[in-house]
């Protein structure tokens, strides 16, 4: 089984840049789907990005489309979350998780995903 370990994470200021990674042991990406999912406090947990099934999309909530890329590196086994021009309300714990079932129209949902990662925060000062 896949076990996921997030890392990059930090505080930043408006208008910066941050690469968060996710690495996988135990197995390969392959044709898992990797969704990148966000929470806020007193908030619930929400959808960011997604790479479906090992690449066949990719596809971002509306929220970071144009900010935010997803990209895989197979060698490391590491799919990373490039965020740009980063704002307070992108302030969260950014989780990565990974499912074999998920089809295209449940990867926008948390409840489809089986692995998690434990999380990085991410704090953006105005």
């Known amino acids: 089984q896949v076990q996921l370990l997030e890392s990059g994470g930090g505080l930043v200021q408006t208008g910066d840049s941050l690469r968060l990674s996710c690495a996988a042991s135990g197995r390969t990406f392959g044709r898992l789907t990797v969704g990148w999912f966000r929470q806020a406090p007193g908030k619930e947990r929400a959808f960011v990005a997604s790479i479906f099934r090992g690449g066949q999309s990719t596809h971002f909530a509306d929220s970071v489309k144009g900010r935010f890329s997803m990209s895989t590196d197979n060698g490391k086994n590491t799919v990373y979350l490039q965020m740009t021009d980063l704002k307070p309300e992108d302030t969260a714990v950014y989780s990565c998780?990974?499912?074999?079932?998920?089809?295209?129209?449940?990867?926008?949902?948390?409840?489809?995903?089986?692995?998690w990662g434990q999380g990085t925060q991410v704090t953006v000062s105005s």
């Open positions: 998780a990974t499912s074999e079932r998920a089809i295209w129209s449940s990867q926008f949902r948390a409840d489809a995903y089986d692995t």
